[in-house]
Each structure stands twice: as structure tokens, then as C-alpha cells.
Nanobody
């Protein structure tokens, strides 16, 4: 069992930056691919970014490509999501997850591919 704890959310103006962290404890997550998802009020949870277990392969939703960067530090059991050029439409609760599998075709990325979830961290972008 892996426990995931997200941090780093907050309120930021449009164009600003935030870095989210997701730290794993319990059974090591270093052998898992990891993903970030988000859920805005009244909307379904959607895929944001994923990284393979070695950290060499990263995948992004089209809506965040070029603005967000996912990375991991296996020594710290931590995955990061650097978010730049934030937009009001990025407002959501952001969740990290250990992934059963990830696909290069990000249209196939679903929450059902996740093993474990964190509790989420709120990101609010004001216009």
C-alpha cells in the first residue's frame, strides 16, 4: 500500500506559477509510473501529466503541454508538477496517483488506470 500526499497548491494570478509535490510513503513508489489528474467543480476528473518509473518518459494533456512539467526524484519518493503560465481554466483540485500503466497516446489516460490516489490539493487561478 502506497500513501500519497500532495502539497503546493494555492491561489495565484493568471500567468503565475506553482509547483505541486506528491510524496509517497509506505511501499515504495519508485517502481511505479506516476500521474497527475485534476478535477474542476462540476467536471469529471481529467488527466494532466504522467511520468514513467525511470523518469525518462513524460506525457501531457494537450491543454497543459508547453506550460506544465512533470518530474520525479526517486530518492525522495516525490513527484513534482511545475505549472507555469497558469490560466483561470487550470483551477481545480489536483491529484497525484500511482499508475498501473501509462500510454503515449494521452487520449487513453483515465483515472481507472490508477492504483492509489492522494487526497488532492486545490489550485485556484484568478483572472
Amino acid at each position: 500500500q502506497v500513501q500519497l500526499v500532495e502539497s503546493g497548491g494555492g491561489l495565484v494570478q493568471a500567468g503565475g506559477t506553482l509547483r505541486l509535490s506528491c510524496t509517497a510513503s509506505g511501499r515504495t513508489s519508485s517502481s511505479y509510473a506516476m500521474g497527475w489528474f485534476r478535477q474542476a467543480p462540476g467536471k469529471e476528473r481529467e488527466f494532466v501529466a504522467a511520468i514513467n518509473w525511470g523518469g525518462a518518459m513524460t506525457y501531457y494533456a494537450d491543454s497543459v503541454k508547453g506550460r506544465f512539467t512533470i518530474s520525479r526524484d526517486s530518492a525522495k519518493n516525490t513527484v513534482y508538477l511545475q505549472m507555469n503560465s497558469l490560466k483561470p481554466e487550470d483551477t481545480a483540485v489536483y491529484y497525484c496517483a500511482t499508475m498501473k500503466t501509462i500510454y503515449s497516446d494521452t487520449r487513453l489516460m483515465r483515472g481507472s488506470l490508477a492504483h492509489s490516489w492522494g487526497q488532492g490539493t486545490q489550485v485556484t487561478v484568478s483572472s
